[in-house]
Each structure stands twice: as structure tokens, then as C-alpha cells.
């Protein structure tokens, strides 16, 4: 446990405003192996590529035994910190969110994203049901004795197309994110905001350090970093991405190997 104590700390520090972590979310024990050979400081799991790579739909539908037992192979493989996304938690309760988090810190994981989509994507949580969930989260974390990294995603930009970004959507953002502060969040995730302007905004408004989402190579961390973000992720950009070379190389071989044949 002092290990994990040390790599939760380790984390906590990684989250600067301006020099943002950068995580290459992963899927399993090989591409997490195959990230930290490629030099990462940290190990992000993807809810939606974990869930791909085993078949699976996001959305809470991979059960939670396997995503448990995914994290426990991350964990033993690789020796850097490693924070896993449970979308919801896997529970709408306030005891089912608490109990889940004790169950991955057991697990190895240092830091959590944690969603407030209701499940099925309908609407969001209200602030009222949300606060005491990431509470829960922030007590299980306490009771195991770790500085659990809790990243509170928030779905308000995800939820309206780009298009329709507005300073309207950015002030409830702000007021979740001083809420979610003070209910024991460590970090704001939001993903869907592509607007710099609104970007630099929330950076600079926000109580809790940001992590921004991008799904292309553009724009660049060191883009985003002048913008005051904190951390930015892949999301299920880099499982896609290998799909393809993946698919291109199978089409390569089975097309050489009809020629030959």
C-alpha cells in the first residue's frame, strides 16, 4: 500500500496548469506495456476501448468483475501510476459508487474518471445527486488511505454539438466544477470542448486543474498548454487508430498471400 501511496502522490503532482500530462489511453496489459515503452509518465485506461477490446459496447456494459479484472493486469505490468475510467461508477447509489472505488484502489489503480452522464447517455445528473457521489468516491479513497485522483467528468459540452458552444454552457460548467471541488474533486474532464477561447476561459476560472480531450493529432498538447490546460487525453483515439493499422496490415498479408497462392 505505501507504494501505491507514493504513485497516487506521484499523480496528484503530474496535473500542472500550462505543462499538462499527457495520456495515451490504453485498453489492456500489452498496450499499457507498449505506452510506457514509449516513454509516458502515467497509464490511462479508455472505458470505451477497454469495452471494445473485449467485445463489448461502452456504457457500463462490460461487467464490472471484468473491468476490475482488466485493471488488475494493467496494474501488475507496468510500474507507472495508472488511472482507470468506471464512466459512472457502476452504481447510481451512493454505496455502490463507494464500495466500487474501494474494490478498484484494491485493484492498483491511483486516480479515477468518473462521469455525470446518467446511464444510457439520457441528460446528466443533477448537482444535488451528483456532489454526494464524487463524495463517496473521495471517503472510499480516505478510508483506503490513498490521494485518490478523482477526475470529475462533466458531459455538458459532449451533450450539444459543437456548434451550439456557448458562454451559457461554459457558466454551468464552472458551477459544477466549483461544486464538484468542494464535494472532493481533483481534476474537471470535459470532454467535447474544442472552443480555445472557451477552453482558456474555463482554465482560467476553474478551482480544479482541467483535462481536455482530443481525438486527432491537432491541436497538440503544447497548444493546449497555452490555453492553462492540465492534462490532456486520447479518449479512444489511439485503440482506433491501431485497428486500422491492424486492419491494414491483415488486408496486406491476405491479399500477398492470395496472389501467391
Sequence with gaps: MRILEEKAALFQQYHVKGKPLVLVN????????????????????????????HGEQDGQAMPFHLVLANLARITASVDLPVT??????????????????????????????????????????????QCPRLSAAREAAEQAGIPLFINARTDIFLQHAPEHHNHSLLEETLMRSNRYADAGASGLFVPGLQDHQLIQELCERSPLPINIMVTSPEPSPKQLATLGVARVSY?????????????????????SSSESS
Excluded at 478498484?104 to 443533477?126: K, M, S
Design 235 to 255: 479518449g479512444p483515439y489511439p485503440y482506433l487508430q491501431a485497428m486500422e493499422h491492424l486492419k491494414e496490415l491483415g488486408r496486406s498479408i491476405l491479399l
Design 26 to 53: 490504453v485498453w489492456d496489459a500489452g498496450s499499457a506495456q507498449a505506452i510506457q515503452s514509449a516513454g509516458a509518465t502515467a497509464i490511462a485506461t479508455g472505458s470505451w476501448s477497454v469495452a471494445a477490446a
Design 84 to 129: 482507470i475510467d468506471i464512466e459512472g461508477g457502476y452504481g447510481r447509489l451512493v454505496s455502490e459508487v463507494k464500495q466500487n472505488v474501494l474494490q478498484v484502489i484494491d485493484h492498483g489503480a491511483v486516480g479515477i474518471n468518473i462521469e455525470d452522464q446518467l446511464p444510457a447517455g439520457l441528460g446528466l445528473y443533477t448537482v444535488e445527486e
